[in-house]
């Protein structure tokens, strides 16, 4: 029975070794998130455009209570010093300070995070083809940077980034 139980500590020990602890799961065909990693990444389905993702950008981020405060058009910058953007690169902000103002009123600091940041990018996929991604700057990886963030600012960087991640989700298949 000893050796029975041991046996069974060992193996839920070496699975817990195994397990990845640094991922969150995020479901609905949507990419895991690295813990470790500062960038979320997703790639847009195929058929929506560049357009319609920036149609279903503005729609649904302002369903979701946030404002675009500036957008920053990378690719277009590039082409004007005569360098190839090899596709679409910009970002875009957003910002809902109900969602992120605690963080802010605890940590002053954290404003040279803000506003959040959506990249929208094109890069070759496996088969060298240009793919359009969506990439996000993660708040609750951003909150590493304060000394001792307190758990609201922690409650409130954790909703700002789920929040995200849903507008992402929809955004990606081209939803309104």
């Given at each position: 029975?000893?050796l029975?139980?041991?046996m069974?500590?060992?193996l839920?020990?070496s699975?817990?070794?195994?397990?990845p602890?640094?991922?969150?799961?995020i479901?609905?065909?949507?990419?895991?998130?690295?813990?470790d990693?500062?960038?979320?990444?997703?790639?847009?389905?195929?058929g929506?455009?560049?357009h319609?993702?920036v149609?279903?950008l503005k729609?649904?981020?302002?369903?979701?209570?946030?404002?675009n405060?500036?957008?920053?058009?990378?690719?277009?910058?590039?082409k004007?010093?005569?360098?190839d953007p090899?596709?679409?690169?910009?970002?875009?902000?957003?910002?809902?300070?109900s969602?992120?103002?605690?963080?802010?009123?605890d940590?002053p600091?954290?404003?040279v995070f803000?506003?959040?940041r959506?990249?929208?990018y094109?890069?070759?996929?496996?088969?060298?083809?240009?793919?359009?991604?969506?990439?996000?700057?993660?708040?609750?990886?951003?909150?590493?940077?304060?000394?001792?963030?307190?758990a609201?600012?922690?409650?409130s960087?954790?909703?700002?980034?789920?929040?995200?991640i849903?507008?992402m989700?929809?955004?990606r298949?081209?939803?309104?």
């Amino acid at each position: 029975m000893r050796l029975f139980i041991c046996m069974l500590c060992w193996l839920s020990i070496s699975l817990a070794w195994a397990a990845p602890v640094h991922v969150r799961v995020i479901g609905h065909g949507m990419p895991d998130v690295d813990l470790d990693n500062a960038i979320y990444e997703v790639p847009v389905k195929p058929g929506v455009t560049y357009h319609d993702l920036v149609d279903s950008l503005k729609s649904i981020s302002e369903g979701m209570n946030f404002v675009n405060p500036a957008n920053f058009p990378i690719g277009e910058h590039m082409k004007l010093r005569g360098q190839d953007p090899q596709g679409v690169k910009e970002v875009r902000t957003f910002c809902n300070l109900s969602m992120g103002t605690e963080i802010i009123l605890d940590h002053p600091e954290f404003l040279v995070f803000a506003p959040c940041r959506l990249a929208i990018y094109e890069k070759p996929d496996a088969s060298g083809k240009r793919q359009l991604y969506l990439g996000l700057d993660r708040p609750t990886h951003d909150l590493k940077n304060i000394k001792q963030p307190t758990a609201r600012a922690q409650a409130s960087a954790q909703q700002l980034e789920d929040a995200l991640i849903e507008l992402m989700e929809k955004a990606r298949r081209g939803d309104f």
